[in-house]
């Protein structure tokens, strides 16, 4: 069955807001959680992770939050841009035995000028 | 910077016939994928493969479905018998052993008539 998916199919903002994209995860074993962004007409591209351990990790604009206890996962993304328009997948990775990433549903982000 | 190729960028077949889809993965990584998307749908993984044999596969890849590496760079999908539910993009990726990121390549969008 599915282990990971998202609460929301599009999202809307404006620019240089706040954005949040959220994502349900089913399978406690995996070892890191992982954020791609896809722009129009390319492959997904590695935003951030998180080890399974973590609660919080934070790059360049962009902060992943990670809650073991409802199994939610969640990508912030700070002062919004065009370039930030794009699908955003929320994966997982376990890496006993075989190395098998699997992405969930994805969400539709749109920034609005 | 290396990334990982992939050829054709398009390729239209008469359902019934035989694809190769081809990929080049970066050089020194040592696990490789292929996923496919149907248009507006999830990435959905099809297989890894790893110390030159598939380390593991989803319900998608069946008998239809191959893969090789024929040599010490190239990284092939072979589709026996397409069926017009075949038509999606199809993405390689490769990574490092023990790593979250994944790159991906642009994609062979397949298109099954």
């Known amino acids: 069955g599915e282990s990971v998916g998202l609460h929301l199919p599009t999202l809307s903002v404006q620019e240089g807001d706040n954005s949040i994209i959220n994502c349900a995860y089913s399978n406690s074993a995996s070892d890191y959680f992982i954020w791609y962004k896809q722009e129009s007409g390319k492959g997904p591209q590695f935003i951030i992770d998180?080890?399974?351990?973590?609660d919080k990790r934070q790059g360049q604009r962009v902060t992943v939050l990670l809650n073991k206890t409802v199994k939610h996962l969640s990508l912030q993304i700070a002062a919004t841009q065009p370039g930030d328009s794009a699908v955003y997948f929320c994966?997982?990775?376990?890496?006993?035995?075989?190395?098998?990433?699997?992405f969930g549903q994805g969400t539709r982000l749109t920034i609005n000028p | 910077e290396p990334e990982v190729t992939q050829t054709p960028s398009h390729q239209v077949t008469q359902m019934g016939q035989e694809v190769i889809l081809r990929c080049v993965p970066i050089?020194?990584?040592?696990?490789f994928y292929w996923y496919r998307q149907i248009l507006g749908q999830k990435v959905e993984f099809l297989v890894s493969?790893?110390?030159?044999?598939?380390?593991?596969k989803s319900e998608i890849f069946d008998d239809q479905f191959s893969v090789e590496r024929p040599d010490g760079s190239n990284f092939t999908l072979k589709i026996r018998s397409t069926k017009l539910e075949d038509s999606a993009m199809y993405f390689c990726a490769s990574t490092r052993q023990g790593n979250t990121e994944a790159f991906f390549g642009q994609g062979t969008r397949l298109t099954v008539v």
């Open positions: 493969f790893y110390n030159n044999e598939i380390s593991e």
């Open positions: 050089s020194n990584h040592l696990y």
């Open positions: 998180i080890r399974s351990n973590m």
């Open positions: 994966a997982e990775i376990l890496f006993q035995g075989a190395q098998k990433l699997v």
